[in-house]
């Protein structure tokens, strides 16, 4: 699947000192990115200076699409690309990102990945949130309507397509807020209303719940429930 890219935001500069910084991170092997080569990665890769696959999108391994972004050849020209240019397209179609060089793992961004640097500016470089299944009891839980800045409209647009695609039709979205230290860090869950009864298979339900956090900022767990526990507000 190949697309053109028409920036849909200015672009300010792409920044060749940042590509020499993404392509001497790729190079450390996997086992020894540790906090500090996150932080510096994150730092460099919005506006690196970088080629794009070819094709340009391709589907992961995980089954989700990914923009194909790679260290440009050396000593020839390129057209210039980066996660800030493509970032607009990739969060209104629901894409990933992945930056790759010559050598060494390549990094993967998920869309949810994506969404924080759209929506709050930066990438956030906390791990993946958990998924619950159920509220302890007794729980000093509010919940809310979640706010168009917090769960942009390009981002319920994609989370609707992509729950419509699993079988869960007109979806729905409440915002949980841990009052008094519900499990661990992040406080605020969102829960969809996707519930065991909607599926035949119980290992379906478990994929589905599992694969919504590819879509969430880090700063969101899942909250999954039983039907009823909460009401729920259209995606």
Same mark, same amino acid.
């Given at each position: 699947m190949n697309v053109i890219i028409v920036a849909s935001r200015p672009v300010t500069a792409f920044?060749?000192?940042?590509?020499?910084?993404?392509?001497?991170?790729?190079?450390?092997?996997?086992?020894?990115?540790?906090?500090a080569w996150v932080a510096s990665f994150y730092a460099a890769a919005p506006d690196a200076s970088m080629a794009s696959g070819e094709p340009q999108v391709?589907?992961?391994?995980?089954?989700?699409?990914?923009?194909?972004l790679t260290v440009p050849p050396v000593g020839e020209g390129?057209?210039?690309f980066s996660v800030n240019h493509v970032l607009d397209l990739c969060t209104e179609r629901g894409h990933g990102c992945v930056?790759?060089?010559?050598g060494g793992a390549p990094w993967v961004f998920t869309y949810?990945?994506?969404w924080s640097l759209r929506a709050f500016g930066?990438?956030?470089?906390? !791990? +993946? $949130? @958990?998924?619950?299944?159920?509220? !302890? +009891? $007794? @729980?000093?839980?509010?919940t809310a309507s979640p706010s168009d800045e917090l769960v942009p409209p390009w981002a319920r647009a994609v989370l609707r397509s992509w729950l419509a695609f699993v079988g869960v039709a007109d979806p729905g979205?409440?915002?949980?807020?841990?009052?008094?230290?519900y499990g661990t860090a992040p406080a605020d869950?969102?829960?969809?209303?996707?519930?065991p009864d909607q599926f035949d298979d119980p290992a379906r339900y478990e994929d589905v719940m599992n694969r919504l956090h590819w879509f969430l900022p880090p700063r969101f767990a899942v909250l999954g429930v039983q039907r009823g526990v909460f009401e729920y507000g259209p995606l």
């Open positions: 920044d060749l000192a940042k590509t020499e910084t993404v392509v001497r991170l790729l190079a450390v092997p996997a086992e020894a990115r540790d906090d391709v589907h992961g391994p995980d089954g989700f699409p990914y923009f194909m390129f057209s210039a930056l790759s060089g010559d949810g990945n994506l930066s990438f956030d470089t906390r !791990p +993946p $949130g @958990a998924v619950r299944r159920e509220p !302890p +009891p $007794g @729980a000093p839980l509010l979205v409440v915002l949980v807020v841990d009052g008094e230290g869950w969102l829960s969809f209303s996707v519930f």
